[in-house]
């Protein structure tokens, strides 16, 4: 069982910057395509980003491209940058695996096998 555990939710004003990390509790963490996805109440959960199993290819939704980076590191933690935050940006943030890898523009949910307990992030204007 993979476990992936969040952290660095927050508030922040629009403008304003944050980072999200997720550490994960396997030994084949570099054999997943990692993701970051977000919720709010009443929508479907949405992909935001991907990478790659060795993080040499991202991907992004439209509605975060160049403003979101999202990396990963050998030490099994993913981590998601967050600049120049919208109050639409406002969700709780969930990071999940897909094990085996997946194409990265692949953002369904149903592909990702493992997902953390999310971490709220809320930026005001």
């Known amino acids: 069982q993979v476990q992936l555990v969040e952290s660095g939710g927050g508030s922040v004003q629009a403008g304003g910057s944050l980072a999200l990390s997720c550490s994960a509790s396997?030994?084949?963490?570099?054999?997943?395509?990692m993701a970051w996805f977000r919720q709010t109440p009443g929508k479907e959960r949405e992909g935001v980003a991907t990478?790659?199993?060795?993080?040499?290819?991202q991907y992004y939704a439209d509605s975060v491209k160049g403003r979101f980076i999202i990396s990963r590191d050998r030490a099994r933690t993913l981590a998601l940058e967050m600049n120049n935050l919208k109050p639409e940006d406002t969700a709780v943030y969930y990071c999940?695996?897909?094990?085996?890898?997946?194409?990265?523009?692949?953002?369904?949910?149903?592909?990702?096998?493992?997902w953390g307990q999310g971490t709220q992030v809320t930026v005001s204007s």
């Open positions: 999940a695996a897909a094990p085996g890898g997946v194409p990265l523009h692949d953002v369904a949910t149903g592909s990702y096998s493992y």
């Open positions: 396997t030994d084949t963490y570099g054999t997943f395509t």
């Open positions: 990478i790659s199993t060795y993080g040499s290819r």
